[in-house]
């Protein structure tokens, strides 16, 4: 058993239980339900028996987006015969949003189309595409929609091959632009109005759900992830159109009252209650 902290949120520690019951599991610390911590590394195996992991899941949207941004931004205009950086051939990996990722395939049959298979480690068995192509400007498609729609990436594009500097493609942005902090503050003051005391097992409201898109403060918002593991405690991480490799959280908690953490700083409060989304100093500054 262990009690941690974070840094700058030392005044509430959090228990880590961890028990042998045939496998080494830990109890979720963010619920007070009996319920086992699904963890990435291998289980030891207990004295009496081998143990079997708990099912890894598979990459969120968001870790999809961000694992083939990192393809777009390293590999571009790759083509066959040609050496290749070691970022960009099979077997490479690397982090993005909080994972771990592989290059399972990589394919240039020529310099305008270069295809990868990416896997997320713990979830190899649910790989997924990330094809980019040259259009005018180096755009990789969204592996999370059959729909064909442009990947916005933070890396500059390439000039193509006619020479001139590449254009965007209708629909994608050459350059993503991230909310600013009152565009973060409005959107989860949006979730916070709309959204409170969510349960697994009970009514979710469509606008409080994945895929749910919103306008507010200049901006078009979507869902990209939403949490509910018990009425005190919602979560969501929600990204803005045009700029969807930086999704951001919003977390809320029923503290007496319903309040959510500031998303750009998640140790102060978040003010919603009319008039614009102002943060202000929590006595208790602690956002986990």
């Known amino acids: 058993n262990y009690l941690l902290a974070m840094e700058g949120a030392e005044a509430e520690p959090f228990p880590c239980n961890c028990s042998d019951v045939g496998a080494w599991i830990c109890r979720d610390p963010t619920t007070r ?93 649910e790989p997924f595409s990330c094809n980019c192509s040259d259009v005018g400007a180096w755009i990789c498609r969204d592996p999370t929609t059959e729909r064909k729609r442009g990947l916005m990436c933070g890396a500059a594009l390439k000039v193509s091959e006619g020479g001139a500097q590449a254009q965007p493609a209708s629909g994608a942005a050459a350059v993503s632009r991230e909310p600013s902090d009152d565009q973060q503050r409005a959107a989860c003051c949006t979730m916070h109005d709309k959204c409170q005391g969510l349960a697994p097992d009970a009514h979710i409201p469509e606008e409080c759900k994945v895929g749910y898109s919103f306008s507010v403060a200049g901006g078009t918002f979507h869902v990209d992830e939403a949490e509910y593991p018990e009425p005190d405690s919602n979560h969501y991480f929600l990204s803005m159109d045009g700029a969807e490799a930086a999704p951001f959280p919003c977390s809320c908690f029923d503290h007496g009252r319903w309040i959510c953490s500031d998303p750009t700083d998640r140790r102060r409060e978040l003010a919603c209650s009319g008039g614009p989304a102002l943060s202000m100093n929590l006595t208790r500054e602690v956002f986990v």
């Open 33 to 125: 339900h009996k319920r086992g911590l699904m963890c990435g590394a291998a289980l030891t195996a207990s004295a009496g028996a081998q143990a079997q992991p708990a099912l890894a899941q598979g990459p969120s949207d968001a870790q999809k987006r961000q694992a083939c941004c990192t393809m777009h931004d390293d590999c571009q205009l790759l083509a066959p015969g040609v050496p290749h950086p070691s970022a960009c051939q099979v077997g490479y990996r690397f982090s993005a949003r909080g994972a771990r990722f592989k290059v399972e395939q990589a394919d240039f049959p020529d310099q305008k189309h270069n295809n990868y298979l990416l896997a997320m480690e713990g979830a190899e068995a």
